[in-house]
C-alpha cells in the first residue's frame, strides 16, 4: 500500500482522535448501571414535611459533611397573615437537631427542606475556570476535588446558597446527589432516613419512576424560576413567599 | 545566489516555533488528565471516583433481607412508610458484619419526639403530642406504643 502525501495528511487528524481515545482509557462503571439512561431530580413535598431534621443528620452521616456545614438543611418558615412577601426564616443548625416548638401563632407556618437543585443549565458549572466542578451525563452537578482550586466562584454563583468551602479540603463541597448510592440503585441517605416521604429521589428519564405522574397531577414548582437554570428540585404545595 | 535573501532567518523563527510547538504538546500531554474531555470539559473519572465511596445507610431493602417478621409487623401499621433507617440510624456496618456489629438499643423517649413532638409549623394532620401533657407518667413511648406499629395494642413485640 503507497501512501502520497495528500492522504497522509488527510489520516493525521483522524490517527489523533484514535490516540486521545487510547489515552483517555474506559472508567470504571458501576455493573449494569448506564450514564445515558438516567436523568436525576428530586422531588420534595412541603405538605409532609415535618421537619425532624433526620435528612440533615443523615446525609452528614453519610457524607462526613463538616460540623456547621451543610449539604442539605431544613428552614422552618412562618408567613403573617398581612405581610406575604416578608416570612420569618429560621434553621437553627440547619434543622439538624429538630426545631424548637413555635409560641407565635397566627400566620402560617412550614418547612422547606433546601440543598443543590442539579440544575441542567447550572450557573456553578459555568463559572468554574479549570473545570473542576460539572453537570453528569446523567444530571447530576459534582466537584471534582482532586481539580477543585478552591477559587470560590462557583460558592458565589449558586442563586440558592447550596456550596461551601470544606475547611478540611479547602474545596468546594456539595451535595453529590449521594452519586455513590443513586449509582448502585439506592435512594439518597436523605431520602433513605425521611419518615414521611416528603423526599422522592425522581429518575426523570425512567417512565416507569412515580415522578410523571405526579408532575401532572400536581402544581409543582422550582425555586427562582426567573433565573432559568433548569432546577431539578420540584416542590409540591410550595409557598410563593420562599426564597 | 539564492532565491529569497538571508532565508536562514525564517529557517530560525520557524524552527524556534516548531520547538515551541512541541514543549506546548508535551507538557499538555502530562498535564492534562487522561480522562479530561471525555464527557465535557471535566474529568471524566471524578465520576467513577465520587461513586466509589462506600455506602454507609445500607436501604430498607438490605434490612428486609433478614427483618422479615419486623417488616411484615410495620406494614400492618401507621409507619409502613418508614425505613428502618430512618429510626435504627446508618446500619451498612452492621449489615456487612450481623454478627459483630449490632445497632444501639434506642432510647424511645428522645426519639418519639423528634417527629412527635407537637410543632406549629407541622403538617396539621400529623400525629403531635405534647411530651409533658402526654399520659404516660414519664414511662418510656413503647410501654403503650409497639414502635413499629404504634397504634395502642396493635402490635405484639417482634
Redesign the interface.
Known amino acids: 500500500m503507497k501512501i502520497d502525501r495528500r492522504q497522509l495528511l488527510l489520516l493525521l487528524p483522524a490517527a489523533a482522535v484514535a490516540w486521545d481515545a487510547v489515552?483517555?482509557?474506559t472508567?470504571?462503571?458501576?455493573p449494569n448501571y448506564k450514564?445515558t439512561e438516567h436523568w436525576w431530580g428530586m422531588l420534595v413535598d412541603i405538605?409532609?414535611?415535618?421537619?425532624?431534621?433526620?435528612c440533615v443528620r443523615?446525609c452528614a452521616?453519610?457524607n462526613d459533611v463538616p460540623e456547621g456545614y451543610f449539604r442539605t438543611w431544613v428552614e422552618?418558615?412562618?408567613v403573617s397573615d398581612y405581610d406575604l412577601v416578608n416570612p420569618v426564616v429560621d434553621s437553627p443548625d440547619g434543622g439538624k437537631q429538630?426545631?424548637p416548638?413555635?409560641t407565635?401563632?397566627g400566620g402560617k407556618?412550614?418547612?422547606v427542606p433546601k440543598m443543590c437543585n442539579h440544575c441542567a443549565e447550572s450557573p456553578c458549572t459555568q463559572v468554574c475556570p479549570v473545570?473542576?466542578?460539572?453537570?453528569?451525563?446523567d444530571g447530576v452537578v459534582?466537584v471534582?476535588k482532586?481539580?477543585c482550586i478552591g477559587c470560590r466562584y462557583c460558592i458565589q454563583a449558586c442563586p440558592y446558597g447550596c456550596r461551601f468551602l470544606n475547611p478540611k479540603t479547602q474545596t468546594a463541597d456539595k451535595c453529590?446527589l449521594c452519586?455513590?448510592?443513586i449509582?448502585?440503585g439506592?435512594?439518597t441517605?436523605c431520602c433513605?432516613?425521611?419518615?414521611?416521604?416528603a423526599r422522592q429521589l425522581a429518575d426523570l428519564k425512567n417512565p416507569k419512576d412515580p415522578i410523571h405522574a405526579f408532575l401532572k397531577t400536581h402544581t409543582v414548582q422550582v425555586l427562582k424560576p426567573s433565573m432559568a437554570t433548569g432546577a431539578k428540585l420540584f416542590y409540591n404545595d410550595l409557598d410563593g413567599s420562599v426564597r | 545566489m539564492s532565491r529569497f535573501q538571508d532565508s536562514e532567518h525564517l529557517l530560525r523563527v520557524v524552527l524556534a516555533f516548531a520547538l515551541g510547538t512541541l514543549v506546548f504538546v508535551l507538557a499538555r500531554t502530562f498535564l492534562v488528565p487522561q480522562s479530561f474531555g471525555e464527557y465535557g470539559h471535566y474529568r471524566a473519572n471524578a465520576m467513577t471516583e465520587i461513586a466509589a465511596k462506600p455506602v454507609v445507610f445500607a436501604g430498607h431493602q438490605t434490612c428486609e433481607t433478614c427483618h422479615v417478621d419486623v417488616q411484615e409487623l410495620k406494614t400492618k401499621g401507621k409507619h409502613a412508610p418508614v425505613n428502618c433507617e430512618a429510626c435504627h440510624g446508618a446500619q451498612a456496618k452492621h449489615a456487612d458484619d450481623p454478627g459483630a456489629i449490632q445497632p444501639p438499643k434506642l432510647d424511645t423517649a428522645t426519639l418519639c419526639v423528634r417527629c412527635h413532638e407537637v410543632n406549629g409549623a407541622r403538617p396539621q394532620n400529623f400525629p403531635q403530642i405534647v411530651a409533658k401533657e402526654h399520659d404516660s407518667a414519664g414511662l418510656p413511648c413503647e410501654t403503650c406504643h409497639q414502635p413499629h406499629s404504634p397504634r395502642i395494642g396493635a402490635g405484639a413485640k417482634p
Open positions: 489515552l483517555a482509557g472508567p470504571e462503571a458501576a450514564l405538605s409532609k414535611c415535618i421537619g425532624c431534621g433526620n443523615a452521616t453519610e422552618r418558615y412562618h429538630g426545631f416548638p413555635y407565635e401563632t407556618n412550614f418547612f473545570g473542576a466542578t460539572f453537570t453528569t451525563p459534582l471534582d482532586e481539580y453529590t452519586y455513590h448510592r449509582t448502585k439506592l435512594t441517605a433513605e432516613a425521611c419518615p414521611t416521604g
